[in-house]
């Protein structure tokens, strides 16, 4: 079963536009950890977010901000003001404990097309 | 090293021939996981590392695959006999502990193509 449901495959946005990018998780664990990460056309994983099921604070960095709701099991991510360089494919994860360790489960993710 | 180090950055093989990728973890970084990232499946966990111990090697796609890592650094894994569908990037990431707590820092990857 999918743990981390990512909906939008494709999103496509005009600069400065401000973008939701949606994800919903499944666990039975009450401690976990949710992460987001960007992978621009170069390809490499560069980490975002990683949030832990017990604090529920929404975070701000810059332009991006995190809204996380365990009543809906959601982890959405918003870019204000877009810009081309934030074009990537962007993951949700959710890392629980198993005989993987911490492992994580990603989302499929979401491609975003920012065009000037 | 500075980062997690993955060589080779790309590899292409003959369909049927063995090959060996390789993971050089974050110094000090206990925890070592590896990944595979094709088309079809997204991104999907093969195999985790506390040590030199895997504890489940269930995420493993077949018995052609295999994985180790010696005096708790370096890793390797082995792809036995390819085949066309083992094509993917392979990823390796380490942590400084098995808790989720702490980031993962992922490596380059390691582009399999197999032909």
């Known amino acids: 079963a999918q743990k981390v449901t990512q909906a939008q495959t494709e999103i496509s946005v005009v600069e400065k536009e401000d973008v939701t990018l949606d994800c919903v998780y499944e666990?039975?664990?009450?401690?976990?950890?949710l992460f987001w990460y960007k992978q621009p056309p170069s390809g490499e994983l560069v980490f975002l977010i990683r949030r832990n099921s017990f604090d529920e604070q929404n975070e701000i960095s810059g332009r991006y901000s995190w809204n996380f709701q365990k009543s809906t099991s959601s982890f959405n991510f918003t870019i204000t003001a877009s810009q081309v360089v934030d074009s990537a494919v962007y993951f949700c994860a959710l890392s629980e404990w198993s005989n993987s360790g911490y492992a994580l489960n990603f989302g499929k993710g979401t491609s975003l097309l920012v065009t000037p | 090293g500075a980062g997690v180090s993955q060589s080779p950055s790309n590899k292409v093989t003959e369909k049927g021939k063995d090959v060996e990728l390789r993971c050089d973890p974050i110094s000090g970084h206990t925890a070592l996981y590896w990944y595979r990232q094709s088309l079809g499946q997204g991104l999907e966990f093969l195999i985790y590392?506390?040590?030199?111990?895997?504890?489940?090697k269930s995420g493993l796609p077949s018995d052609r695959f295999s994985a180790e890592r010696t005096g708790g650094s370096v890793s390797t894994l082995t792809i036995q006999r390819t085949q066309q569908e083992d094509s993917a990037v392979y990823l390796c990431?380490?942590?400084?502990?098995?808790?989720?707590?702490?980031?993962?820092?992922f490596g380059s990857g390691t582009r399999l193509t197999v032909v």
């Open positions: 990431a380490s942590s400084f502990n098995p808790t989720g707590n702490v980031g993962y820092t």
């Open positions: 590392f506390q040590g030199n111990s895997a504890p489940d």
């Open positions: 666990t039975r664990d009450t401690t976990y950890y």
